[in-house]
């Protein structure tokens, strides 16, 4: 079946502008993670949902970043008033339910570059 | 809190050999889980072992088998008869077990980066 989708792709925009970017995960698995990758920090976690709630928001790295979850699937990570330092990767995953609850399944990412 | 140490970053086998990609680890947590995963060039995240903290047995998935030894804190990672294809980045990686307040979120190490020469 399909694997977790992220998009845009790529995305470039100006320093000051906000961004949203989406994730779909697998279809029927209730739990979603963001995660960013930058060289500097290397892959940190920001925010888990368990069906559309977030139990865990410890990692998001200032009140400019939010991120939702509606019906259960598509989530929207949203960055206001971009910095540069805000430039990484930012990975979705999605795991299921029941016995294989702990293997996350990573979407291909979507590169910020802020300017 | 949670801590993931890699101390290699790079490591060199020939194909057809054995590798271990080392990993220790700090955690309060009285239960939790152990991963591996492989991002090759192309940057998707492919998962390739998991280990539980209360499992007897040490994890194997094919060439990969994991290492675990708890009283050292360690959760190697074993790859056999490398392949040309192995060559990637390796991260090791730890969650919290159930209702700990580590549970959702991996907590990754810095990475390996492993070349496998012909």
């Known amino acids: 079946g399909a694997g977790v989708s992220q998009s845009p792709s790529n995305k470039v925009t100006e320093k000051g502008k906000d961004v949203e970017l989406r994730c779909d995960p697998i279809?029927?698995?209730?739990?979603l993670y963001w995660y960013r990758q930058s060289l500097g920090q290397g892959l940190e976690f920001l925010i888990y949902f368990q069906g559309n709630s977030a139990p865990d928001k410890s990692g998001l790295p200032s009140d400019r970043f939010s991120a939702e979850r509606t019906g259960g699937s598509v989530s929207t990570l949203t960055i206001q008033r971009t910095q540069q330092e805000d430039s990484a990767v930012y990975l979705c995953?999605?795991?299921?339910?029941?016995?294989?609850?702990?293997?996350?399944?990573f979407g291909p990412g979507t590169r910020l570059t802020v300017t | 809190a949670q801590k993931i140490t890699q101390t290699q970053p790079g490591m060199f086998v020939q194909e057809k050999e054995a590798v271990t990609l080392d990993c220790t680890y700090d955690?309060?947590?009285?239960?939790?889980?152990l991963f591996w995963y492989k991002q090759p060039s192309s940057g998707e995240m492919i998962f390739l072992i998991y280990q539980g903290s209360y499992d007897q047995q040490n994890a194997t998935e094919g060439r990969y088998s994991l290492n675990f030894q708890k009283a050292r804190k360690s959760a190697n990672l074993v790859i056999s008869a490398s392949q040309l294809g192995d060559s990637a980045m390796y991260f090791c990686a730890m969650r919290g077990g159930a209702g700990g307040t580590s549970y959702g979120k991996l907590t990754f190490g810095q990475g390996t980066i492993l070349t496998v020469h012909p």
């Open positions: 955690t309060s947590d009285p239960s939790y889980g």
């Open positions: 995953a999605s795991s299921p339910d029941g016995t294989r609850s702990y293997e996350q399944y």
């Open positions: 279809s029927g698995h209730t739990a």
